[in-house]
C-alpha cells in the first residue's frame, strides 16, 4: 500500500515545472473518490468540492491524465479503468469517512472522521496523526482503536465513548469498525479543513507504515 501513496505523490509533483502546485496527495485522494462516485465529473464541481481555482483544477486533471488515472468527454471526467483499480485499492484500507457533531472528546464545530482498516497494530500514541493533521489546519484530532466491540484511545482499555452513546452510535452505524481498525478524527473551524487534514492522516498513516 505505500506504493499506492507513493504514485500519489508522483501525481502532485511538478513535472519539471518551477510553478509552486496549489494541490496535494489528499487533494488527489479526494478527486478519486469523487470519480468513482459520481463516474463523471465536470471540471467546475472538481473544483468546488476540492476547494481549487480553475488552473489549479486544470493542472490536477492533466496530472492526473498523464498518470492514466482519468480521461474526458464531453460529460466530464472519469476514471479510467487503471484508476478505478487504483481508487478501490485504496478504499479496501479507507473504505469509509463521515462528519460527527461537536462531543464531549471533539469540542469543535467540525470534525471529520476516517476509517483505516486493520491499521491499530501500527498506532503508537496518535501523536504523529494529529501531526499530520495539523499541517493541514486541523485545530485538533485524535486517533480511537476500535477493539472488543468499544473505542478506546491508543495504549489503553477503557472505552472513551461510554458515556457519549449518540457520537459510539454513529461513528458504529457510519463506518461500521471492526477489530484493529483505527478511526482519525480531525477538526475544524471549516468543515472542509477536517475533511482534508482528516485526509492527510490518513493517507501518511499509510505511507509511513
Known amino acids: 500500500m505505500k506504493k499506492n501513496i507513493q504514485i500519489l505523490q508522483n501525481i502532485v509533483s511538478r513535472k519539471g515545472s518551477s510553478k509552486v502546485l496549489t494541490f496535494s496527495i489528499p487533494h488527489v485522494f479526494k478527486t478519486l473518490q469523487l470519480l468513482s462516485d459520481e463516474k463523471f465529473v465536470s471540471r467546475a464541481t472538481l473544483g468546488k468540492e476540492i476547494h481549487l481555482g480553475e488552473g489549479a483544477v486544470k493542472t490536477l486533471i492533466s496530472h492526473l491524465k498523464e498518470a492514466k488515472m482519468i480521461d474526458s468527454t464531453r460529460s466530464g471526467n472519469f476514471l479510467t479503468e487503471k484508476g478505478e483499480k487504483f481508487t478501490s485499492q485504496l478504499q479496501k484500507i479507507i473504505?469509509?469517512?463521515?462528519?460527527?457533531?461537536?462531543?464531549?472528546?471533539?469540542?469543535?464545530?467540525?470534525?471529520?472522521?476516517?476509517?483505516?482498516?486493520?491499521?491499530?497494530?501500527?498506532?503508537?500514541?496518535?501523536?504523529?496523526?494529529?501531526?499530520?493533521?495539523?499541517?493541514?489546519?486541523?485545530?485538533?484530532?485524535?486517533?480511537?482503536?476500535?477493539?472488543?466491540n468499544r473505542f478506546v484511545f491508543p495504549g489503553e482499555d477503557k472505552d472513551c465513548l461510554n458515556k457519549d452513546k449518540k457520537t459510539k452510535q454513529t461513528l458504529l452505524e457510519k463506518l461500521n469498525p471492526s477489530g484493529g481498525d483505527i478511526i482519525i478524527i480531525s477538526s475544524s473551524d471549516d468543515s472542509f479543513v477536517a475533511e482534508i487534514s482528516a485526509k492527510n492522516s490518513a493517507l501518511w498513516t499509510i505511507a509511513t507504515n
Open 95 to 148: 473504505p469509509k469517512e463521515c462528519k460527527i457533531e461537536k462531543n464531549s472528546i471533539m469540542p469543535s464545530k467540525n470534525n471529520h472522521a476516517i476509517i483505516l482498516k486493520k491499521y491499530a497494530s501500527v498506532i503508537k500514541t496518535g501523536l504523529e496523526q494529529r501531526d499530520y493533521a495539523i499541517m493541514y489546519g486541523s485545530s485538533g484530532c485524535i486517533t480511537l482503536v476500535f477493539k472488543n
